[in-house]
């Protein structure tokens, strides 16, 4: 008796394991995409609670300003002097296209944002998309 497989046999496993892959390869697909509008969402999140955290913990004016491929927070100095606090990758990085973007909020000493602070942005790749909602009083939602 010998052993081993005949070609049949070996083209039946490579056809159910094409068969497996062509089912799996669309989902895994939309859940890149989900991932990755999640994460662009999860960046203007936790840009925003920086930001107020820097003014509030250094008494200090802080701006963020917000661009598809670079946040920054910045800290008011004197009133022509700003210092870079922190500085990091944009929703881009992650592929995403995001509406609502460049965008500049202006933080006050006590982490409350000042003037025109409210907004809205959308982070789209494929089918999946988040909204992030920044209320007036820097309260941040993701729907």
Do not use: C
Request: positive net charge; without cysteine; charged residues 15%.
């Amino acid at each position: 008796m010998r052993r081993g497989t005949t070609l049949l046999e070996l083209v039946i496993a490579l056809m159910v394991v094409g068969l497996a892959l062509a089912l799996a390869v669309p989902a895994l697909g939309a859940l890149r995409d989900r991932l990755s509008a999640d994460g662009a969402s999860a960046l203007l999140v936790s840009a925003h609670a920086r930001a107020r955290m820097i003014a509030a913990v250094e008494g200090r004016v802080a701006l963020l300003s917000l661009w598809a491929d670079l946040i920054v927070v910045e800290v008011v100095e004197s009133p022509a002097d700003t210092v870079t606090r922190w500085k990091g990758p944009g929703p881009a990085s992650h592929h995403v296209s995001m509406t609502g973007l460049p965008r500049r909020i202006v933080f006050g000493a006590n982490g409350i944002p000042l003037g025109f602070a409210n907004g809205t942005y959308v982070a789209t790749r494929g089918g999946a998309r988040r909204q992030v909602v920044v209320s007036r009083y820097g309260r941040v939602r993701v729907f």
